[in-house]
């Protein structure tokens, strides 16, 4: 396979065994949220080296679709993952019609929006039914950050998150445009279950 190297990819072969402990939480945690929810077509919006879509190979359906705005992303995700059907796009413009999708996929995306509200629109749009959205827990996101010795010149804030939330106010951003279903927890991230 071509190589690729964003922080996005980079950051899921890490060698540290807490973080790797801690995505294995966070996928399964996903994987339960996903799997009861038997959506025949899914996306993956913001679906980066299709690392989502991989690791839940045995629970969405055969042929899910994905969408980055980073074409080498998105040229390894299809190389990675032959199957799914994956494209450049914009999450604020998704080329898809209204109610496409069964289930749309959201995972560490929001956090990077300036204009979170204008993405969410935009999933809830597509979607015909639900929405699986996740983003960093906060503040215990920027503390494990900082545990590890990470971006200590923002106190432990990746220098791209502009967005931050608690499941409270993440509820509360939620609730202006989707009915939230569940808000479940996976440290250090958000993971929640919304209907159109």
């Not at 432990?156 to 499941?167: A, D, I, L, Q, T």
């Not at 409270?168 to 989707?178: G, P």
Request: hydrophobic share 40%; with cysteine; net charge negative.
């Amino acid at each position: 396979m071509s190589g690729v190297a964003t922080t996005n990819y980079e950051k899921f072969q890490t060698g540290n065994p807490v973080v790797r402990r801690m995505f294995g939480n966070f996928f399964r945690t996903v994987g339960e949220t996903v799997e009861p929810l038997g959506a025949r077509t899914v996306l993956d919006a913001g679906c980066g080296e299709g690392e989502t879509l991989e690791r839940m190979a045995g629970i969405l359906p055969a042929e899910p679709e994905g969408i980055d705005l980073n074409p080498e992303s998105v040229a390894y995700a299809k190389e990675r993952l032959p199957q799914a059907q994956i494209q450049v796009g914009n999450l604020l413009e998704l080329p898809f019609e209204e109610s496409s999708f069964d289930l749309v996929l959201c995972l560490e995306v929001l956090e990077h929006l300036p204009e979170p509200g204008a993405g969410l629109a935009e999933l809830a749009r597509v979607s015909g039914r639900d929405i699986v959205i996740s983003v960093p827990h906060e503040p215990w996101f920027r503390l494990g950050s900082l545990a590890r010795g990470k971006y200590l010149k923002t106190w432990g804030n990746h220098p791209e998150h502009v967005n931050h939330w608690n499941p409270k106010s993440f509820r509360t951003f939620l609730e202006d445009q989707v009915e939230v279903v569940a808000i479940r927890t996976s440290a250090p991230w958000i993971i929640t279950h919304c209907r159109v």
